[in-house]
């Protein structure tokens, strides 16, 4: 699969200690950098939950987390690269605050990634990821396959890819660890190419770890290894550099 058989990008993470639900220590999150090294990612994008009327962590803590992250993990000879993002939860004032700076895009891209409600309706989702579009961004809409009125209708995920979205799937998901529904979905997206992108949504090292390298061979036997190449590191890749996939 090229890159992707020993080379990972990994665009959602919760990794930053502290400041979310994600890694509750320095220590948990050295110890999901050295399991993601271990696995294959290569870079990562740090993205900390930002929720509407919560104490949110700006970029200046996202981007001093990160910096002594980088020093821990040169420390221990681990060359991973880290990107500043945040998981946006969706609310009115999300658009204002990627407009001003308040708020991580996607290693400083125009992508951005938005999250919404498990249970919110699908005209609400297609309405956020609507008004990011409208304000000039790019969205990435986390974890499709959480959300209730997504699943077993991929026409709807078919209507937001061509409104100009993408669509990203966590890897545990595709393995069945969040059960059947959540499985069949991120399958029946792959098979017709509605994925643009496959992370870990890492959160801890239970469950829910930081680990591609199982799924992208897996995606590489099923759906062919030119998508699973461009879903584990081409496309991540293109987030990075900023340009269109």
């Known amino acids: 699969m090229k890159k992707s ?6 665009i959602h993470s919760h990794i930053l200690p502290q400041i979310d639900d994600g890694a509750e220590s320095f220590d948990t999150s050295m110890e999901m950098l050295r399991t993601a090294w271990g696995d294959g990612i290569r870079e990562i994008i740090l993205t900390p939950h ?16 990160i910096k002594d992250l980088q020093k821990r993990t040169k420390e221990e000879g681990i060359n991973m ?9 969706y609310g009115s004032d999300m658009t204002e605050k990627l407009d001003q700076g308040k708020a991580c895009t996607m290693a400083g891209s125009a992508y951005v990634l938005i999250e919404f409600g498990v249970g919110d309706d699908f005209d609400h989702i297609r309405y956020g990821l609507y008004e990011a579009l409208a304000h000039g961004w790019r969205p990435i809409l986390a974890h499709v396959e959480r959300y209730s009125r997504m699943l077993m209708k991929t ?10 979205c993408y669509i990203q799937v966590n890897a545990g998901s ?3 660890d969040f059960g059947f529904g959540a499985r069949q979905l991120t399958k029946k997206l792959l098979a017709q190419g509605l994925v643009h992108f496959v992370a870990t949504d890492a959160h801890d ?6 680990m591609l390298s199982e799924c992208a061979r897996y995606v590489g036997k099923k759906y062919g290894e030119e998508y ?15 340009v269109y996939i």
């Open 174 to 176: 595709i393995m069945g």
């Open 155 to 164: 026409e709807r995920v078919e209507d937001l890819v061509r409104m100009g």
């Open 81 to 89: 690269a880290f990107h500043m993002g945040n998981e946006m939860y």
């Open 50 to 65: 930002n929720k509407p009327a919560h104490h949110n962590a700006g970029p200046e803590k996202i981007e001093l987390l």
């Open 205 to 210: 090292m239970g469950k829910r770890r930081p």
């Open 5 to 10: 058989l020993d080379s990972y990008i990994d």
């Open 228 to 242: 699973g190449e461009r879903l584990f590191y081409g496309n991540p890749m293109r987030v990075i550099r900023d």
